[in-house]
């Protein structure tokens, strides 16, 4: 058993997130596990880039409202005790409605040569807003 240190909070970068976004990482494993968990806490209009993961993602709502939504516009809404899993290779984005914080555990597996992310363009104002009327 060993207790891992806290590490710093770090905002979300601007390359791959629009608006205000904190990461707290909360556990990276180390081989043979390829676990990790991050706490990503997004201000209202908040959001990440168009994204995919080599081997899906799980994310878990802590609190506030939130949307995910995939490339061929099916959108959820999120709310607290809500869990979504996004397979391999799906792009979605993620984030706070307009009008509320969101926060969700955001869980998946590296690839073995990284965090298996593949990262796209920013979602736009227009798919964002669009999102909302679903």
Do not use: C
């Not at 891992?4 to 990276?28: E, H, N, S």
């Not at 081989?31 to 799980?58: D, K």
């Not at 994310?59 to 809404?77: A, F």
């Not at 040569?113 to 104002?125: F, H, K, L, M």
């Amino acid at each position: 058993m060993e207790l891992k240190p806290v590490p710093a909070t770090t905002r979300g970068p601007a390359t791959t997130f629009t608006g205000d976004v904190y990461v707290d990482l909360v556990y990276r494993g180390e081989e043979p596990s390829r676990m990790i968990v991050s706490r990503v806490r997004f201000t209202p209009g908040a959001r990440t880039n168009w994204h995919s993961h080599t081997l899906g993602q799980t994310l878990h709502v802590t609190e506030g409202v939130g949307l995910v939504q995939t490339r061929d516009g099916r959108t959820i809404t999120l709310r607290p005790g809500d869990t979504v899993h996004t397979p391999p290779g799906e792009e979605h984005w993620h984030g706070a409605t307009a009008g509320n914080l969101m926060s969700h555990l955001a869980m998946f597996e590296g690839d073995g040569s990284g965090d298996g992310t593949s990262w796209r363009e920013p979602v736009t104002d227009e798919q964002y807003h669009a999102a909302h009327q679903q």
